[in-house]
């Protein structure tokens, strides 16, 4: 069994920041990918950032420059610093992870985190 718990997620201001965490736990063997996603009121879930176990990362194009990714393998864990942030950042924000729970197989299961909610707003 494995749970992803976000955290750090509020109400900030305009042009200001917020650091989110998400952590895996439960039965791991490895951790290839590693996500944010969010949603917003009336639109679809959209990949905001991910890194991969080589600590590949990609960004979509409206939040390069303003966030970056990064991931703890030994606490399983990742992270998104927010910088510049928008109104229009306001969402729900969800961690996704493709984790190995089993030893004698090299397939992933994808899990999602509760969510953290993010609202931009003066």
């Known amino acids: 069994q494995v749970q992803l718990v976000e955290s750090g997620g509020g109400l900030v201001q305009p042009g200001g920041s917020l650091n989110l965490s998400c952590a895996a736990s439960?039965?791991?063997?490895?951790?290839?990918?590693m996500g944010w996603y969010r949603q917003a009121p009336g639109k679809q879930r959209e990949l905001v950032a991910g890194?991969?176990?080589?600590?590949?990362?990609n960004y979509a194009e409206s939040v390069k420059g303003r966030f970056t990714i990064s991931r703890d393998n030994a606490k399983h864990t990742v992270y998104l610093q927010m910088n510049s942030l928008k109104f229009e950042d306001t969402a729900v924000y969800y961690c996704?992870?493709?984790?190995?729970?089993?030893?004698?197989?090299?397939?992933?299961?994808?899990?999602w985190g509760p969510g953290t909610p993010v609202t931009v707003s003066s």
């Open positions: 439960g039965t791991i063997i490895s951790i290839n990918f």
């Open positions: 996704n992870a493709e984790i190995r729970s089993v030893w004698y197989s090299l397939n992933t299961n994808a899990y």
């Open positions: 890194i991969r176990s080589g600590n590949s990362a």
